[in-house]
């Protein structure tokens, strides 16, 4: 009986929904500057960023940076990307890959500049 309510505590535990990481734009100059945060009480590793740019629907531009850093509770990291050829407005959607609690996750990400 008592590995079964182990058992049940470790399934919960697994279930929990994690606050998704936010990305804000912080600066563009020859580069844009994004800002990507850990809203949760646990710290988060950072692993890849897919991003696509994009104005009135149509893709401007798109990469894939490779970050590899852990982000501790309530922080931020700064990263850089390539600025997006002029186009007016600009949106930044993203993938980024996490590592939270030893579990691989991917958070739709987005901003404008």
């Given at each position: 009986?008592?590995?079964?309510?182990?058992?049940?505590?470790?399934?919960?535990?697994?279930?929990?929904?994690?606050?998704?990481p936010m990305?804000?734009?912080?600066?563009?100059?020859?580069?844009?500057?994004?800002?990507?945060?850990?809203?949760?009480?646990?710290?988060?590793?950072?692993?890849?960023?897919?991003?696509?740019?994009?104005?009135?629907?149509?893709?401007?531009?798109?990469?894939?940076?490779?970050?590899?850093?852990?982000?501790?509770?309530?922080?931020?990291?700064?990263?850089?990307?390539p600025t997006?050829?002029?186009?007016?407005?600009?949106?930044?959607?993203?993938?980024?890959?996490?590592?939270?609690?030893?579990?691989?996750?991917?958070?739709?990400?987005?901003?404008?500049?």
């Open positions: 009986m008592r590995s079964l309510a182990i058992l049940l505590v470790l399934w919960f535990a697994g279930c929990v929904r994690t606050k998704p990305m804000r734009v912080v600066g563009v100059h020859a580069v844009v500057l994004l800002e990507l945060s850990n809203p949760t009480p646990k710290p988060m590793r950072m692993m890849r960023l897919h991003y696509t740019f994009a104005s009135a629907g149509t893709t401007i531009s798109s990469g894939d940076v490779e970050l590899e850093r852990e982000v501790q509770p309530g922080a931020v990291m700064v990263m850089e990307v997006p050829p002029t186009a007016t407005p600009v949106t930044i959607d993203g993938e980024l890959t996490t590592e939270h609690d030893e579990i691989i996750r991917i958070f739709r990400v987005s901003a404008k500049l």
